[in-house]
């Protein structure tokens, strides 16, 4: 199947610093992939959509400034957690669609980022 | 009322046994309709898309009915490696995802 890497696995910050998480879509071009964030034991949350070469498109309710998102080539995107605070902790899981052919796309999901802001 | 509902179990049964999960949504223009399953502080991976017709994958047999805006995954003869969240997922216009909070599941011995 299509892979999807996440980088970095985890990462603890102090609170007020910036935070970069990369997407890559190893063996497929993805003209969109997707931001998702899980708190624990919640329902995978869309946060935004991510499409080369334009602006993202946020969900209601997340902050764009925020959380600013980057998709400047066709296998990778940049999810940059701003000024992060401990209420961002959470489970930021990246997905990419592919396409499958016969007008089916499947989104792939990356092995997701642990945040942990203190 | 949230877009996608689930019973969030836990759902506890012995090996061997056959076990249904359901969901129901509430988007009517809901246009493509998948289960996933998420181990423990893994990424969710797709299990099956479904279909109105419905569709079968070895012991794995999924259902959608539109009127009633109701889905159903049920598996047959559970292994231990069954054992992990099912999460029921609607997908509207575009592509992005909805998911349901999830059904966990616990085959044991």
């Known amino acids: 199947g299509a892979v999807v890497s996440q980088h970095p696995s985890r990462v603890i910050c102090k609170s007020g610093t910036s935070v970069k998480i990369e997407c890559r879509s190893l063996?497929?071009?993805?003209?969109?992939m997707f931001w998702y964030r899980q708190f624990p034991k919640k329902s995978l949350m869309l946060m935004a959509t991510?499409?080369?070469?334009?602006?993202?498109?946020?969900e209601q309710g997340v902050e764009k400034d925020k959380f600013l998102i980057n998709h400047a080539s066709l296998t990778l995107s940049t999810l940059t957690v701003t000024s992060a605070h401990p209420e961002d902790s959470s489970f930021y899981i990246c997905?990419?669609?592919?396409?499958?052919?016969?007008?089916?796309?499947?989104?792939?999901f990356g092995p997701g980022t642990r945040l942990l802001v203190l | 009322r949230k877009e996608v509902e689930q019973d969030p179990g836990p759902f506890n049964v012995p090996e061997g046994a056959t076990v249904a999960f359901n969901c129901t949504y509430s988007?009517?223009?809901?246009?493509?309709f998948f289960w996933y399953r998420q181990d423990c502080r893994k990424e969710p991976k797709l299990l099956m898309s479904?279909?109105?017709s419905g569709n079968e994958d070895g012991r794995f047999t999924a259902q959608l009915n539109r009127a009633s805006q109701y889905i159903s995954l049920l598996i047959r003869d559970s292994k231990l490696s069954d054992s992990a969240t099912y999460l029921c997922?609607?997908?509207?216009?575009?592509?992005?995802?909805?998911f349901g909070k999830g059904t966990s599941l616990l085959v044991t011995p």
């Open positions: 997905s990419a669609l592919r396409w499958e052919g016969r007008r089916n796309e499947t989104q792939y």
């Open positions: 063996d497929f071009q993805a003209t969109t």
């Open positions: 991510s499409n080369e070469g334009s602006k993202a498109t946020y």
């Open positions: 988007n009517s223009a809901s246009q493509s």
């Open positions: 479904v279909y109105s």
């Open positions: 997922v609607v997908s509207n216009s575009g592509y992005a995802l909805n």
